[in-house]
């Protein structure tokens, strides 16, 4: 029989860890960078807490963070807490609530550490993000997409991060089609799956009399002007059409504002966006497989500064 070692106090949970000079200090100044850009945008600062009721912070939309996040009971009212995995359900409960009376539109920063149950990418360690962003609340038109798009933008440029690419889907996009084509609810869930894997065997298997749209809306996918043109050219019913559409003014209006900016269209992408109903983007380097930021449905634009 042997005795357990002892317990080191330098020892912390799987996804934690201490960050020392100089991370420390890079992570503080890149965040103290984003956060000037914002408000040199007009975009006000809020501070949402670390903590919030499980059943405000995870109703409605906020349900999707069910599995990420970190459940605790408040020893004094007895009910649930979460730890917030995203800022972005805080804001919205804000706009609702506390700056429900605000002139529209409402343009606020943040930022703040966020705590996840398991990182969103395999070659991520760490549990404990931290995020800075922007929400643009009110307006739903291609110049306010354009416009949390190029502020994100500057902010890159400001911390120095090179070749940057916006990504841009339209999530329901391919949920209005499979609906105005009739395909069976049952079905869906697993033809959108092959859809986001980019599975063409098994679109072409599942996918009936929309094989071939299917296979085409996969195709169209790459730099923004050439997939646009691929996907102005797919017979489309009238609401996913109408998507498309909102997709090529996006493109349009962000070619207005931040002509330069590296741009690349995927009409089919939904991973992690099952809920947002407009263009949604997600912010990639080049030469790197993990996102920098998303924007989604002309609302928020999150960061996650690089340390180091």
Known sequence: MTDDPPFSPALLPAGFVDL???????????????????AS?????????LMEFEETLLAGSGATLADQSFRVMDPDTRKMMVLRPDITPQIARMAATRLGAAPRPLRVSYSGACVVVMPAAAEESGRQIMQAGIELIGPDSPQADAEVMSVGAEALAQLGVPEV???LTMPPLV???LEEASISPSVRPVLMRALDRKDAAAVAELGGSLSETLIALLRAAGPAEQALDQLAHISLPPRARAFSERLAATVAAVRKTAPALRLTVDPVEFRGWKYHTGVCVTVFVVG??????????????IMNPPAG
């Open 41 to 49: 945008h007009g975009y006000d600062r809020v501070r949402p807490p």
């Open 165 to 167: 690419s916006f990504d």
């Open 175 to 177: 949920p209005a089609l």
């Open 288 to 301: 790197r497989a993990e996102e920098l930021g998303v924007v989604a449905g002309t609302s928020p634009v």
């Open 20 to 38: 020392l000079t100089p991370d420390a200090r890079t992570e503080a100044e890149g965040v103290a960078t984003l956060m000037r850009v914002f």
